[in-house]
């Protein structure tokens, strides 16, 4: 096939493609209203509280090796002591948003793909159609938004673990004193470095349920479909909010 | 009086398997139609197409003179029932939940839950399965479950997707009794398709055989027996007949 016209059946494809997924995601957050709070509330336990400790793990080992990067990486001009401020800006605007999105990635992407592709597989998801249930309001709104609301909340207490985490390495091997390591945290800390992190924590959950959904939704037949819907899922959702992060970034502090 | 189902020119390829070329099909209000088959003809993919769960390459599906689509499938399904081949029970939710999943929207949980336990009575299952998961359950019981949530709502219109296959001989006698006995409620319309001629002649008004993805012979159940049909014959008496006329249909 020529060059012109691959790139012209690519394009459309994709384009295509976007518009699709841009309906499904449209229709999806519309369908939580009438608002079903049993199934939102069950989303939001699976999807926000069960991801806990695994985005707390992963904030406190971050921000203590982080501090422990600053110290000596600062100690070469003399600036040792800018690590409360640094750990903190650094885990609030980025590092807690992103691997806190990128773990939720791993655990809820592949979970929700793989729940709903084996739905899908089975025909429990035409069986639902037949007994007058719009799938895309059951299964799909209700986990969009759970990650949607869970995921800022999970980033908010992976900055504060991610901080703590700076803290207890500070205080206990590089020798900073408490209260000091604690107040210089604060001290340099704009609101916006939060809010800022915090939207792209709901950006990046919405990321990871609708790659779940999607993937899910559209599995392919038998048991390796599931498996391939569960990979793409994973590696779709890490990459759109590696992404999704460069390009809020920009927007947010340019 | 137009029919309540019309599947007029139904093409639907997967792949190069041609399953359905170019049916025509009629289900007429408050009738039992059983559509008999070859394994792979494409009797669940026929079922599928008409309620728009399978999008046909051409031809199309008309419900009372209307495209099957929108607010008239809505409608459509709105007093419809459901037995899958494979049953497809919601595995999150236990059994009670998954037959009184139309209910449950209608009426308080309590009386949803004494109903779907009924349903399960009429499909023999005890009430201790009520709050089993359906990994719990064996095939059979799926099949019986899905059935008991098929005809949960009392709907007007069902469609049985292989309702004794699985089951013992007694087992799927009851269940034979049962369709009929839904069927002869007023108004009930239904497809039910089967490998099992008991069930054909016990539920069958109407019986449509389905090969090379058309039908073949369609006629009142009571004349199926002296039709000319060879195949029709031989599918009616179980008789060995070399098979490759069934692997490339159309
Ligand atoms: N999603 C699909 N993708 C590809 N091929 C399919 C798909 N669904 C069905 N087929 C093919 O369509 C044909 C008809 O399938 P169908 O399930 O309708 O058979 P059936 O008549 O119900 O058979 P059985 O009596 O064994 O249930 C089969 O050859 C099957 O391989
Ligand atoms: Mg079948």
Same mark, same amino acid.
């Given at each position: ?7 012209? /059946? ?43 400790? =695994? =985005?707390?793990?992963? !904030? ?32 609030? /605007? ?9 773990? +939720? ?9 793989? $729940?709903?592709?084996?739905?899908? +597989?089975? $025909?429990?998801?035409?069986?639902? =159609? ?41 205080? @206990? ?9 604690? !107040? @210089? ?8 470095? +939060? ?22 939704? @559209? ?9 391939? !819907? ?14 999704? @992060? ?9 | ?13 997967? #792949? ?5 070329? %170019?049916?025509?099909?009629?289900? &007429? ?7 008999? #088959? ?31 689509? %929108?607010?008239?499938? *809505? *409608? ?28 449950? %929207? ?11 336990i009924e349903k399960l009575d009429r499909v023999g299952l005890g009430p201790e399965v009520a709050d089993l998961f359906p990994a719990e359950l064996s095939g059979g019981m799926r099949k019986r479950a899905g059935l008991a949530r098929a005809i949960a709502a009392s709907p007007k219109v069902i469609f049985f997707d292989e309702p004794t296959t699985g089951l013992d001989p007694i087992r799927a006698a009851t269940i034979n009794e049962l369709i009929r006995s839904i069927l002869d409620e007023s108004g009930v319309s239904a497809i039910t398709i089967t490998h099992d001629m008991t069930s054909v002649r016990t539920i069958a008004d109407r019986v449509a055989l389905l090969d090379h993805g058309q039908i073949r012979w369609q006629g009142p159940v009571a004349r199926m027996d002296d039709a000319k049909d060879d195949y029709l014959r031989d599918f009616i008496a179980g008789? &060995? ?10």
């Open positions: 096939m020529n060059p012109v016209r691959l790139t012209g /059946r690519l394009a459309l494809a994709a384009t295509g493609g976007t518009g699709r997924i841009a309906i499904f995601a449209g229709r999806g957050l519309a369908g939580i209203l009438p608002l079903q709070a049993g199934l939102l509330f069950r989303q939001i336990i699976q999807i926000g509280w069960l991801s806990l400790p =695994v =985005v707390g793990l992963t !904030a406190l080992f971050t921000g203590a090796a982080l501090a422990l990067q600053i110290h000596s990486g600062g100690e070469r001009f003399q600036a040792s002591d800018v690590v409360p401020a640094i750990v903190a800006i650094g885990m609030v /605007r980025e590092l807690g948003p992103v691997l806190g999105g990128l773990m +939720v990635a791993a655990r809820v992407a592949s979970a929700i793909a793989a $729940e709903l592709g084996t739905m899908r +597989v089975t $025909e429990q998801i035409d069986a639902l =159609v037949t007994l007058s249930t719009d799938p895309l309001k059951w299964l799909v709104a209700p986990r969009l938004w759970a990650a949607v609301l869970t995921v800022p909340i999970l980033v908010g207490v992976g900055d504060l673990v991610g901080i703590m985490g700076g803290w207890l390495v500070g205080v @206990n091997a590089l020798g900073f004193n408490s209260a000091t390591y604690i !107040a @210089n945290s604060w001290a340099y800390l704009e609101s916006w470095d +939060v809010i800022s992190g915090l939207i792209k924590g709901a950006a990046f959950g919405f990321l990871v349920a609708l790659s779940g959904c999607w993937f899910g939704m @559209n599995a392919g037949l038998g048991a390796a479909g599931v498996g391939r !819907a569960t990979t793409n899922a994973v590696v779709v959702a890490s990459v759109a909010i590696l992404a999704a @992060n460069f390009i809020l970034t920009g927007l947010f502090f340019r | 009086m137009s029919a309540l189902i019309s599947v007029r020119g139904a093409r639907k390829s997967f #792949g190069s398997k041609q399953v359905l070329a %170019g049916l025509d099909l009629d289900l &007429a209000e408050g009738e039992s139609l059983v559509v008999i #088959g070859g394994s792979g003809s494409g009797k669940s993919v026929l079922l599928r197409a008409i309620l728009g769960l399978e999008t046909l390459d051409s031809g199309q599906v008309l419900c009372r003179a209307k495209p099957m689509q %929108g607010r008239v499938r *809505d *409608d459509f399904m709105d007093s419809f029932g459901m037995l899958f081949q494979n049953a497809a029970l919601f595995d999150s939710l236990p059994i009670w939940r998954n037959v009184a999943f139309r209910l449950l %929207g209608r009426m308080p949980a309590a009386k949803a839950r004494a109903l779907a008789r &060995a007949r070399p098979m490759a006329r069934n692997t490339e249909p159309g």
